[in-house]
């Protein structure tokens, strides 16, 4: 049962995404081009999200837990640290430049173009090399005899 409600909502996040256009990188690209074909179309999907969840977390966080959970997995870390910053800053420009954010790119693989799958492809080269840079930082375990 939890396998297809996750589906389902995969689904209708795919299919808001390609409803308001989100899935079109020239639409995203004109947001950010204030000083030239500005389109102001995503700061509406963006403030419906913002009104959508903030409803549904006032819906969930009045349960005692989730449905298909002993409890709430809630991210306690609070600080700022160069690794989110930069992280923050890496995911800005690559939207900016690309048109696609991750939740805009899965449902436009569908379309099979190119362009998607380049960026899909560039957005799952960065996810394994932070990862595999992540690795090399972390101080390794020794064996003890």
Known sequence: ??????????????????VSGM????KVINFFDVAGSWDPSLAFVMGGALVVTGIGYRLVFGRQRPLFEGRFNLPTARNLDARLIGGSAVFGVGW????????????????GRMDVI????AM????????YLQSLSRPKATATS
């Open 1 to 18: 049962m939890r396998l297809i409600l996750v589906y389902l909502i995969g689904v209708i996040f795919g299919t808001g995404i390609v």
């Open 23 to 26: 899935a079109n990188p020239a």
């Open 96 to 111: 900016g430049i690309a048109g696609f954010c991750p939740g805009g790119a899965l449902p436009a693989l569908g379309t």
């Open 124 to 131: 799952l080269a960065g996810i394994f090399g932070a990862r």
């Open 118 to 121: 380049v960026f899909v492809a």
